[in-house]
């Protein structure tokens, strides 16, 4: 005890050389706080800190200032990024400063000016901004903005947050649209007194009722097929449902666009309006942005096609619209009332409107002999079935004969060519022809007029290292993205359909990114029946190359076949995409290295005095001096180093251990080799040795000899 006692209180320690080595505090008391001086506060800025911090910033950005309203100054100004590897490429933070007036006591906000920063990255930076500001109550302005730019490339590095964008929701279309029809100009009837005489008491049009069976069924019928077009139709781009389940926005593709009127070639949606009380009640369809006028006979002839075909479905009816809209639109309207003789007592006074040359029949107004009425011809006059008798009203009109409406056997519907006038020019196709086309060359279709992929499945290669990958559940227009299994690079694909007819046999586009198309997988296909216009249900038939498959129409029960024999891949063009807004993007690391220059100082860093190169490290391909160099300044765990840069000549080349491969420079140690041992490999010729090392100068066979 006495030893231990004496050993913790002697003043040193001896050491091997003889020297003593002191473990006693220089300072044993603490300083006192009277001697402590506190860092010197301006009087400016005791008097006013906020007019004295605003002074700092004007000084440091020369911002332009404006006054808020309610008192605020708001300062704009860019913010240039101190870091030299700065990794986004943005030359400044486009910064708006707003200061309130009772700073210090509320805080400060940032808004973020940059265009080409998404929303999302920007709500990182003001966030930021905040969380400092609220953090460091006792900063000044210049140190929050100092702050800011020291951690903008953590904020920027940050997840993109979540934006919202609101738009009004009161969506009154089914209201609105109503169809349209053509009204005769009125009659004015000179004599009172003959009135009584020719007119008959005209009962007002009965309220059609239901009963509440009729109701009841009606409900279920309408729940299973608006569940049904959901399914059908929910997931295209284009579908949009309204808040109270009346109006459906559905994509169309005409059949014949080319053969419709010009205002109708660009029409790409339609509005489906189902009553509460379908199919009692018939539905309805309207077109936004386009004429009425160019539109009525459309919207017409298929309200009175629903009213026939009541046992017709939802998906039925855009079918038909679908496939028979070019001959809808050249069929002349049935007026409402039939044309009643006038009376000989009747004077007809001058139309207020006419409506596409329709004239009036009557005499000439003799207040008004420059007027002139023609006769409306007689055949211009559609009869309704119920006057006619013995007549076949299949005879007069059919939605689905395309030969009544053709040029060739005329008719008062179709739109005849005058002499010298160009037909309307062809629509441009609405799927852009670029990337990758996928064609059934010699496809057999039988029974189905249309045929349409809904879920591709398709091989890949790298096109950096030819692995095949498997790319499964493409659907129209859904980018996928997939990483090659062998080196990791990232794969981008995006099908764009085409539908399948007797005169087209391309099934669609591929748009790829960092692969090729290599062959396609079973996929599921959805025809359409020929005899009735429906389109097979969900989830649809699965076929592949090489297969016949043949199933019935769930509608009218017709068989149908088809046959993909081959399937052909077209790369067309390249997809020229712009890569996905995952944030800034990086811009390339420029050292400023010369060739044939030395590294500044060799290459040498705190941690490793004898190393003379840097390293490129593949975790992020970043240069650091060494190991601990990256580590300090990333937050990943580094991976090896394949590649390094000479501190002698400055020229990056694959890794060696001992020396450069161009100006064979030694990586460690002396540059003409020293005398110290470095990890067991130094040298053992006494000449070259340094005298500081203890075998130098060591005798040999000095060591004592073992006594026997």
């Given at each position: 005890?006495?030893?231990?006692?004496?050993?913790?209180?002697?003043?040193?320690?001896?050491r091997?050389d003889?020297t003593?080595?002191d473990r006693?505090?220089?300072?044993?008391?603490?300083?006192p706080a009277?001697?402590?001086?506190?860092?010197?506060?301006?009087q400016?800025?005791?008097?006013d800190p906020?007019?004295?911090?605003l002074?700092?910033?004007?000084r440091?950005?020369?911002?332009?200032?404006?006054?808020?309203?309610?008192?605020?100054t708001?300062l704009k100004?860019?913010?240039a990024?101190?870091?030299?590897?700065?990794?986004?490429?943005?030359?400044a933070?486009?910064c708006?400063?707003?200061?309130?007036?009772?700073?210090?006591?509320?805080?400060?906000?940032?808004?973020?000016?940059n265009?080409d920063?998404?929303?999302?990255f920007?709500l990182?930076?003001?966030a930021g901004?905040?969380?400092?500001?609220?953090?460091?109550l006792?900063?000044s302005?210049?140190d929050l903005?100092?702050?800011?730019?020291?951690?903008?490339e953590t904020?920027?590095?940050a997840?993109?947050?979540?934006?919202?964008?609101l738009?009004?929701?009161?969506?009154?279309?089914h209201?609105?649209?109503?169809?349209?029809?053509s009204?005769?100009?009125?009659?004015?009837?000179?004599?009172?007194s003959?009135i009584?005489?020719?007119?008959?008491?005209?009962?007002?049009k009965?309220?059609?009722?239901?009963?509440?069976?009729?109701?009841?069924e009606?409900s279920?019928?309408?729940?299973?097929?608006?569940?049904?077009?959901?399914?059908?139709?929910g997931?295209?781009?284009?579908?949009?449902?309204?808040?109270?389940?009346?109006?459906?926005?559905?994509?169309?593709e005409?059949?014949?666009?080319a053969?419709?009127?010009v205002?109708l070639?660009?029409v790409?949606?339609?509005?489906?309006?189902?009553?509460?009380?379908y199919?009692?009640q018939?539905?309805?369809?309207?077109?936004e942005?386009?004429?009425?006028?160019?539109?009525?006979?459309?919207?017409?002839?298929?309200?009175q096609k629903?009213?026939?075909?009541?046992e017709?479905s939802?998906?039925?009816?855009?079918n038909?619209l679908?496939?028979?809209?070019?001959?809808?639109?050249k069929?002349?309207?049935?007026?409402?009332?039939?044309?009643v003789?006038p009376?000989?007592?009747?004077?007809?006074?001058?139309?207020e409107?006419?409506?596409?040359?329709?004239a009036?029949?009557?005499?000439?107004?003799?207040d008004r002999?420059h007027?002139?009425?023609?006769t409306?011809?007689?055949?211009w006059?559609v009869i309704d079935?119920?006057?006619?008798?013995?007549?076949?009203t299949?005879d007069l009109?059919?939605?689905?004969?395309?030969?009544?409406t053709?040029d060739?056997?005329g008719?008062?519907?179709?739109?005849a060519a005058?002499a010298g006038?160009?037909e309307?020019?062809?629509?441009?196709?609405?799927n852009?022809?670029?990337?990758t086309?996928?064609?059934?060359?010699?496809?057999?279709?039988?029974?189905?007029?249309?045929?349409e992929?809904?879920v591709l499945?398709i091989?890949v290669?790298c096109?950096?290292?030819?692995?095949?990958t498997?790319?499964?559940?493409?659907?129209?227009g859904?980018?996928?993205s997939?990483?090659?299994r062998?080196?990791?690079?990232?794969?981008?694909?995006?099908?764009?359909?085409?539908?399948?007819h007797?005169?087209?046999?391309r099934?669609?586009?591929?748009?790829?990114e960092?692969?090729?198309v290599g062959?396609?997988?079973?996929?599921?296909?959805?025809?359409?029946c020929?005899?009735?216009?429906?389109?097979?249900?969900l989830?649809?038939i699965?076929?592949?190359?090489?297969?016949?498959?043949?199933n019935?129409?769930?509608?009218?029960?017709?068989?149908f076949?088809f046959?993909?024999?081959?399937?052909?891949?077209l790369?067309?063009?390249?997809?020229n995409?712009?890569?996905?807004?995952?944030g800034?993007?990086?811009?390339?690391?420029?050292?400023g290295?010369?060739p044939?220059?030395?590294l500044?100082?060799?290459?040498?860093?705190?941690h490793?005095?004898?190393?003379?190169r840097?390293?490129?490290?593949?975790?992020?391909?970043k240069?650091?001096?060494?190991?601990?160099?990256?580590d300090?300044?990333?937050?990943?765990?580094?991976?090896?180093?394949?590649?390094m840069?000479?501190?002698w000549?400055?020229?990056?080349?694959?890794?060696?251990?001992d020396?450069?491969?161009i100006?064979h420079?030694?990586?460690s140690?002396?540059?003409?080799?020293g005398?110290f041992w470095e990890?067991g490999k130094?040298t053992?010729?006494?000449?070259k040795m340094?005298?500081?090392d203890?075998?130098?100068?060591?005798?040999p066979g000095g060591?004592?000899k073992?006594?026997?």
């Amino acid at each position: 005890m006495a030893e231990t006692s004496s050993s913790a209180n002697s003043p040193g320690v001896p050491r091997d050389d003889g020297t003593i080595q002191d473990r006693r505090q220089a300072v044993t008391k603490p300083v006192p706080a009277s001697r402590v001086v506190p860092k010197p506060v301006p009087q400016a800025q005791t008097k006013d800190p906020r007019e004295f911090q605003l002074g700092q910033i004007r000084r440091r950005f020369s911002p332009k200032e404006t006054k808020a309203s309610h008192g605020d100054t708001l300062l704009k100004f860019s913010l240039a990024p101190s870091d030299p590897d700065f990794p986004f490429e943005m030359t400044a933070l486009e910064c708006l400063l707003s200061v309130p007036i009772k700073y210090p006591g509320a805080r400060p906000t940032l808004k973020v000016g940059n265009k080409d920063i998404p929303r999302g990255f920007a709500l990182n930076v003001e966030a930021g901004f905040d969380g400092l500001a609220n953090d460091k109550l006792e900063a000044s302005l210049l140190d929050l903005m100092k702050a800011l730019d020291k951690n903008l490339e953590t904020f920027l590095s940050a997840p993109k947050a979540d934006t919202v964008k609101l738009v009004p929701n009161k969506d009154t279309r089914h209201l609105s649209v109503l169809p349209f029809r053509s009204v005769e100009p009125t009659a004015v009837i000179e004599d009172r007194s003959d009135i009584s005489q020719h007119t008959t008491p005209t009962s007002a049009k009965p309220v059609e009722t239901f009963t509440a069976e009729q109701k009841v069924e009606a409900s279920k019928k309408r729940e299973t097929e608006t569940r049904q077009l959901e399914a059908r139709m929910g997931r295209l781009p284009l579908y949009k449902k309204s808040s109270d389940g009346i109006a459906y926005t559905l994509p169309l593709e005409p059949r014949r666009r080319a053969e419709l009127p010009v205002a109708l070639q660009a029409v790409k949606t339609v509005q489906l309006f189902v009553p509460l009380l379908y199919p009692l009640q018939p539905c309805r369809i309207g077109f936004e942005g386009v004429d009425p006028a160019n539109s009525k006979a459309v919207i017409y002839r298929f309200e009175q096609k629903s009213k026939e075909k009541k046992e017709t479905s939802l998906m039925g009816h855009i079918n038909f619209l679908a496939q028979n809209m070019h001959v809808l639109v050249k069929t002349p309207l049935e007026p409402e009332l039939s044309v009643v003789q006038p009376a000989p007592s009747l004077t007809v006074t001058a139309p207020e409107s006419i409506d596409r040359g329709k004239a009036v029949e009557g005499h000439q107004d003799p207040d008004r002999s420059h007027i002139q009425y023609i006769t409306r011809p007689p055949e211009w006059n559609v009869i309704d079935a119920e006057d006619l008798s013995g007549t076949d009203t299949d005879d007069l009109y059919s939605y689905d004969t395309e030969e009544e409406t053709s040029d060739e056997d005329g008719g008062v519907g179709v739109k005849a060519a005058a002499a010298g006038e160009q037909e309307p020019s062809q629509q441009p196709t609405q799927n852009p022809e670029r990337g990758t086309a996928i064609s059934f060359p010699f496809i057999e279709l039988y029974g189905i007029e249309l045929l349409e992929i809904v879920v591709l499945n398709i091989t890949v290669k790298c096109e950096r290292c030819k692995d095949a990958t498997e790319v499964k559940g493409l659907k129209n227009g859904i980018t996928k993205s997939e990483s090659c299994r062998k080196c990791a690079s990232q794969l981008s694909i995006t099908f764009r359909r085409d539908f399948v007819h007797a005169h087209a046999v391309r099934a669609g586009f591929l748009d790829l990114e960092g692969c090729i198309v290599g062959d396609m997988l079973p996929s599921t296909f959805i025809p359409t029946c020929s005899q009735c216009s429906t389109a097979y249900p969900l989830p649809g038939i699965v076929s592949v190359q090489g297969e016949t498959t043949s199933n019935i129409c769930r509608e009218c029960h017709q068989k149908f076949t088809f046959k993909l024999p081959s399937v052909k891949f077209l790369r067309i063009s390249s997809s020229n995409r712009l890569p996905p807004s995952s944030g800034p993007r990086r811009k390339k690391e420029t050292l400023g290295l010369q060739p044939s220059t030395e590294l500044p100082k060799r290459g040498r860093c705190r941690h490793y005095s004898k190393s003379y190169r840097w390293f490129r490290f593949s975790c992020c391909q970043k240069v650091y001096a060494c190991d601990k160099c990256h580590d300090d300044e990333e937050e990943h765990p580094n991976e090896w180093a394949n590649r390094m840069i000479c501190g002698w000549c400055s020229r990056e080349q694959n890794y060696r251990p001992d020396e450069c491969g161009i100006c064979h420079g030694v990586m460690s140690g002396k540059r003409g080799g020293g005398g110290f041992w470095e990890g067991g490999k130094g040298t053992r010729d006494r000449v070259k040795m340094s005298r500081k090392d203890k075998r130098k100068f060591r005798r040999p066979g000095g060591a004592s000899k073992v006594k026997d």
